[in-house]
């Protein structure tokens, strides 16, 4: 298997990733492509990557970032009309299209409450939850993606399952995991 083909077994886990950081299927799939456009394009030029996932992850991270900022800087706009007819063809799209079984057992494993708590965490903690929990990142794999030291990395998983773990317990209880 070519170096290039061997990036292309990681795309569910960066659209995964995508779609938690962005909140949107479309903003997912851009984030994506733009993350293989770059690796595409670094491969042209250069020389084996040891670990193909993390060093994919840390393009997509860092391209997410670079999107961020750029849009703080920037105010957007939005033309009704576009965003109407966007969302009755993502609506179609989405009642035809078909998951893959990695994303019907994730999306299993979560439902709407547990959902909204991952969703609902800050930006930095949502992120190394992510790379940690859901893709088994290990704390320096995740430290150099996302450019941090590894102690940031640690506490932020930290507060992270923290927060959950409070937003959770009423979840809990109700499911029966845990004592009234």
């Known amino acids: 298997m070519s170096q290039k083909d061997s990036l292309l077994v990681h795309i569910d886990a960066l659209y995964r ?55 703080k800087r920037e105010p957007s706009l939005a033309d009704f009309d576009t965003i109407e007819s966007f969302h009755e063809s993502i609506s179609e799209e989405i009642s035809a299209s078909s998951i893959t079984e990695n994303e019907a057992e994730f999306k299993e494993l979560l439902d709407a409450d547990v959902k909204k708590a991952l969703e609902d965490l800050p930006e930095d903690f949502r992120m190394v939850i992510l790379l940690s929990i859901v893709e088994g990142f290990s704390y320096k794999e995740i430290s150099e993606m996302i450019n941090c030291p590894i102690g940031t990395v640690m506490s932020r998983i930290y507060r992270g399952r923290k927060i959950l773990k409070e937003k959770l317990t009423r979840y809990a209880k109700k499911q029966g995991y845990e004592r009234e």
């Open 17 to 71: 990733s995508a779609l938690y950081l962005v909140k949107n299927e479309h903003n997912a799939d851009d984030l994506v492509q733009e993350t293989y456009f770059k690796a595409f394009k670094f491969l042209e030029n250069s020389k084996e990557i040891g670990n193909v996932k993390a060093w994919l992850f840390k393009i997509l991270m860092n391209t997410f970032i670079n999107q961020y900022r750029k849009d």
